[in-house]
């Protein structure tokens, strides 16, 4: 395979990551020639990494050693060293260049907020939070767009210690507190509604709910959108009013002190709460933004994402790099398949942000972004949610204007990556470029043994520093431990199929607990997904692979039908003959379903053990959290259907 990018000597000599190598070779003699021996000095000596990786964006003097305990789950970062991520952001402003621009659908304008307002925004609902009685490790919910405001209201959250936890408003009024409410905060933030696919939400109702719930309020903090009145709340206007205010004053915290909770998809029961600290986050997002992705002052970055998803969190480290983020409320599609496009050229962004689902309903809708739009600001396109299949590969290369596509696979356990794109390594089809420097990422077979060139379970052999502090409401640990450490003792399992090249590349398979295994032949969905949804007659693929009682192995397709498509006999030879042929012949499916959708999970992943467990005979109630899903109706069509045993 030839690769679709080739970084030139400039882009090698002007790469954030290769004066990061010059810092690291200057202060302890080690021969780094290449990403490649970079990122083995940098998993072979951890504590020297990442105090390099403190001291290069000067983070300011440490109390004690970087990693006295590295043994996992008990890991110890930094003890005794004190911060705020709140001062890194505040530490990068400036007054050429905005510090956030915010875009609404349906609407041509780009608001622009400075540094200078971005922080005294922030420093005026610090005060208010204060005035409240809010102190360090109290809890401060979000039930937000992704806009402006929701950015402010994070930083003077975070510049006080308290801690931020926030969830989009397409979730359900029970959705959010499912996920809110195990945390007994004291001041709710939302908004009044939002607009997405050329309509308005009013959310007043669900507001309500929510407030009925969480008997722990002392206030609720309203950004109007709709101008819709909510009883008894604080406008933000006046909550975030800098008028008065006094400088944006932060509360030094522990490294590990509790920045964030970000929630699991809660499928299959009560979503996990994970805790994420200060200094871990602002270690990783620094590594992550600034060296991998090479996001800097000179940057506009946009992803597409809700404050549901990690990305969202991901997507504000640009601010720690000094960069001018993009905040989106919309549909990335409204009024046509190619807005987000749109959106890109409209604020010159040079890092754009999106997911393979996104990709290919432009491909199938014939976009051609670099004819369409200028795109000449672009430099970077980043991928994420799952896999990106070799097609859509080339089709960004060829259709968004040559740059290169960094596919990244990581997770909110970490809130970061993994692995993904370098701007010193080419970039293959279909693959990610490198492990991320300071993840000892590895794949594992069934006993535990690593395997090259083969699929394998995705390991984490060291500890990173943004690997969670704690889940919430898990005192002794034990949640903590079984969600990554109970198959390998010690080393992180992460639950996805990977393949580790001879070029130092990763492939990513899909979830290893929704392996396809076909006469003792693992395969991973998003194999049979790059297949069949390339297809114009196939919207979009679901399939799942069942034991059976006695023995016995169901493997169905689901196919969701583009308008005008039927499920003639024809198509049905046509998708088994490409999965026979670009994937495996024993993997070609026992039937062919014709789906009125399919579930997510509302961060977009496909409900596939869930629905895994209902053929294999499990109670729906126990199986899966309705709220959780981005359309409840669709888990009774899925209960209906027997596998043949049971027919």
């Known amino acids: 395979m030839e690769p679709q990018w080739v970084p030139s000597e400039r882009d090698i000599a002007d790469a954030r990551i290769t004066d990061f190598a010059r810092f690291v070779a200057a202060r302890t003699g080690a021969e780094l020639p290449d990403y490649r021996a970079l990122w083995r000095w940098s998993v072979d000596n951890l504590s020297d990494f990442w105090l390099a990786v403190w001291e290069y964006f000067d983070l300011g003097p440490i109390a004690d050693e970087v990693l006295p305990c590295p043994e996992m789950p008990h ?8 911060l705020n991520y709140v001062d890194r952001v505040a530490g990068q402003a400036r007054t050429d260049r905005p510090a956030v621009l915010q875009v609404t659908e349906g609407t041509t304008d780009v608001t622009e907020t400075s540094w200078a307002d971005l922080l005294a925004g922030a420093a005026a609902f610090a005060r208010t939070l204060r005035d409240l009685g809010v102190r360090p490790g109290d809890r401060v919910i979000g039930y937000l767009p992704n806009i402006t405001e929701t950015v402010v209201a994070f930083l003077g959250t975070a510049a006080i210690g308290a801690v931020w936890s926030a969830c989009g408003q397409d979730y359900s009024a029970k959705a959010a507190l499912d996920r809110l409410g195990q945390l007994r905060p004291v001041v709710l933030v939302t908004a009044d509604g939002y607009r997405y696919g050329g ?20 206030a609720t903090v309203v950004v109007e959108r709709l101008g819709v009145e909510i009883p008894g709340s604080t406008p933000w206007a006046a909550a975030a009013d800098p008028a008065g205010a006094p400088g944006l004053e932060t509360e030094p915290v522990d490294f590990a002190h509790p920045l964030w909770i970000v929630f699991s998809s809660g499928t ?63 549909s990335p599609a409204h009024p046509r398949p190619d807005s987000l496009w749109e959106i890109a050229a409209r604020t010159r962004t040079t890092v754009l942000g999106t997911s393979p689902g996104y990709v290919l309903g432009c491909m199938k809708a014939g976009s051609v972004p670099v004819a369409e739009h200028d795109l000449s600001a672009l430099r970077l396109i980043g991928i994420t949610g799952s896999s990106l299949p070799p097609a859509s590969a080339l089709w960004l290369h060829e259709n968004a204007g040559g740059v290169p596509v960094s596919s990244i696979s990581g997770g909110t356990d970490v809130v970061s990556a993994f692995a993904g794109g370098v701007r010193t390594v080419p970039v293959w089809p279909g693959e990610l470029s490198a492990p991320y420097l300071g993840v000892a990422l590895d794949a594992f077979d069934e006993v535990g043994q690593p395997i090259r060139g083969e699929v394998g379970e995705l390991v984490v052999t060291a500890p990173m520093p943004s690997m969670p502090v704690q889940f919430w409401r898990d005192p002794d640990g034990n949640r903590y431990h079984d969600a990554y450490f109970d198959t390998y003792p010690g080393i992180w399992r992460h639950g996805d199929w990977i393949t580790l090249t001879g070029r130092g590349s990763v492939v990513v398979h ?118 959780a899903v981005d359309d409840p109706d669709l888990l009774d069509w899925f209960t209906g259907i027997r596998p043949p045993g049971n027919r």
């Open 75 to 82: 890991t110890r970062w930094f003890p005794g060293t004190t």
């Open 199 to 218: 309509k308005t939400h009013d959310k007043s109702a669900d507001i309500a709910t929510l407030r009925e719930g969480l008997d722990s309020l002392r």
């Open 268 to 330: 299959t029961g009560l979503p996990k709460g994970i805790v994420h600290g200060h200094g871990g986050v602002v270690l990783e997002h620094l590594k992550a933004v600034a060296l991998q992705s090479d996001i800097g002052p000179a940057d506009t970055f946009l992803w597409y994402t809700s404050p549901s998803w990690m990305m969202w969190n991901f997507q504000i480290a640009g601010l720690l790099a000094g960069a001018t983020i993009v905040c989106y409320d919309g």
């Open 510 to 627: 899909g979830r290893s607990d929704s392996t396809l295994n076909r006469h003792g032949i693992r395969m991973g969905s998003a194999d049979i997904y790059q297949a069949v949804e390339r297809l114009p007659e196939i919207a979009e693929a679901l399939v799942i692979g069942a034991e059976q009682p006695g023995g016995g192995y169901w493997m169905p397709l689901f196919v969701v039908l583009a308008p005008g498509a039927e499920l003639t006999d024809g198509l049905c030879d046509r998708i088994n003959e490409v999965i026979r042929t670009e994937v495996s012949p024993r993997h070609v499916p026992d039937e062919i379903l014709a789906a009125p959708a399919i579930p997510h999970t509302r961060t977009g992943k496909k409900l596939e053990v869930p629905i895994k467990r209902l053929f294999q005979g499990a109670d729906p109630a126990r199986v899966v959290e309705r709220s």
